[in-house]
């Protein structure tokens, strides 16, 4: 298949499956998979002032302030890589992150060509964040039963050792869904009304959706 140069942003409740399509479709199409959630964790684990001051809102499950992501991102957007298209996975997550972005995008002429919404069932997101399992090398992610690792708390990838976030325990996964309902189900509206927004049903099998993502944005 030949690559497609596309800037996509993928939309979601936390555990619908954006980070496991965006790194498969960005490898597929030579897209950069961008993810804000990545970036913040390496900011902590380079303790810089960015991850220091995100800390505590990631440890409570709500959204770090626009101004700091916005600007992460500006800065990730100014790589080469990102000049064949790229995959926005976790951003934007407020109607301001949305509204930024799309100025900055306006500014280098290279808008948004679609914003893909990942449905999910809240129970069923439940599931697969209390089984998620995220390799600390490389970022891999994986799932205690839906997508297991070959060798049991080893990256298939890289051999780096898995372990369960601290933001997937059960009580910190019910504050980052209600911030979810709260803050960035507004989005869905905002992107529908600008004739962004393809709907996909995530809630089948990782190869299942890579299909559906496939026919969604095949005719694009
Ligand atoms: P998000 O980036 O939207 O938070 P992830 O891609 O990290 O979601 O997936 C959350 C968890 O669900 C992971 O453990 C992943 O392996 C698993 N998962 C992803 N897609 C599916 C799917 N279609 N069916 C079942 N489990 C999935
Ligand atoms: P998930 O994969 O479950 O959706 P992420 O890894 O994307 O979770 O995000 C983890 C945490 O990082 C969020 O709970 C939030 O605190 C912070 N975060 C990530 N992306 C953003 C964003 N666009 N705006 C504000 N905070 C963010
Ligand atoms: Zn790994």
Redesign the pocket.
Known sequence: MSPRSHNLVFLGP??AG??TQAARWALRHGLAHI????L?RENLKDQTSVGMM?QD??DR????PDDV?CQMVRDRLEHQDTEPGFILD?????VG?ADALARDLARRHRPLTRVVSFAVREEDLVVR?AGRLTCGRCGRVFHQKSNAPKAQGVCDDCDGELFSRS?DSEETVLA?LA?YREETAPLLSWYRDRDLLTDIDASQSIEAVEGALERALECQ
């Open positions: 936390p555990g954006k980070g993810s804000t959630g990545d913040l995100a809102f990631m499950g709500v959204l770090v992501v976790g951003f934007p997550r407020t992150q964040l933001d980052r911030t």
